[in-house]
């Protein structure tokens, strides 16, 4: 069954921590959705599963961190890797942020 997403209608944001949406999941396919205020962050972690994540900056400006450099995320700029890799992402200004987990954990 087809699924269909207004993404401009979940830009939704708090104070208290980064917003997390779980937008879709199936055996195949995690999506969620994170809204961070500046200065909130997805901390640094990695999984132990055979699975891909891949993060996408739909809008804001940030740091992807985790790796040998922290990489510059902005608008359009997706990151894929290995779920096992350390992966984050601190915001600098209000970003909103969708995650694809492939396989689901």
Do not use: W
């Not at 205020?37 to 640094?44: F, H, K, R, V, Y």
């Not at 699975?51 to 450099?69: I, R």
């Amino acid at each position: 069954i087809m699924k269909l997403f207004d993404l401009s209608a979940m830009a939704k944001f708090s104070s208290a921590r980064p917003h997390r949406e779980l937008l879709f999941d199936s055996p195949n396919l995690r999506v969620l959705s994170f809204n961070f205020e500046p200065g909130q962050e997805l901390p640094i972690h990695s999984h132990q599963a055979d699975s891909e994540v891949a993060l996408l900056v739909l809008e804001g400006e940030g740091m992807f961190t985790g790796g040998p450099e922290d990489i510059p995320a902005r608008p359009g700029v997706l990151e894929i890797m290995p779920v096992t890799e350390p992966h984050g992402l601190r915001a600098t200004t209000r970003l909103r942020l969708l995650v694809f987990i492939a396989p689901t954990l």
